[in-house]
Nanobody
Framework: QAQLVESGGGLVQAGESLRLSCAAS????????????MAWFRQAPGKEREFVAAMRWNEDRTYYGHFVQGRFTISRDNAKNTVYLQMNSLKPEDAAVYYCAAARTLYSDLRRVKYDYWGQGTQVTVSS
């Protein structure tokens, strides 16, 4: 059974950094499966969920939402079955619940994939 567990959220001041982690488990999300895509989304109160970043276990190509503008970096540690989201220069508008998501897909653009597996989310709060 596939499971995603996020960690690393918290309260920071504007301009500071935070790193989120997402540990994946279950054969469905195996790091040996080239179809698996791992992603981060976020949802702020009263707003729609939006795509943040994504990558595959076995590719270095990364995908980012338009608002990232070089401030966030997605990375992975295959040995730990873990995906990270390094967030720098945080702004108050980055405050949201951040979700890890995964899918098995052959679709090339990971920004447009329907993600089937979701974590419980981790809260990020940014004070001004």
């Amino acid at each position: 059974q596939a499971q995603l567990v996020e960690s690393g959220g918290g309260l920071v001041q504007a301009g500071e950094s935070l790193r989120l982690s997402c540990a994946a488990s279950g054969r469905t999300l195996s790091r040996y499966d080239s179809t698996v895509a791992m992603a981060w989304f976020r949802q702020a109160p009263g707003k729609e969920r939006e795509f943040v970043a994504a990558m595959r276990w076995n590719e270095d190509r990364t995908y980012y939402g338009h608002f990232v503008q070089g401030r966030f970096t997605i990375s992975r540690d295959n040995a730990k079955n873990t995906v990270y989201l390094q967030m720098n220069s945080l702004k108050p508008e980055d405050a949201a619940v951040y979700y890890c998501a995964a899918a098995r897909t052959l679709y090339s653009d990971l920004r447009r994939v329907k993600y089937d597996y979701w974590g419980q989310g981790t809260q990020v709060t940014v004070s001004s």
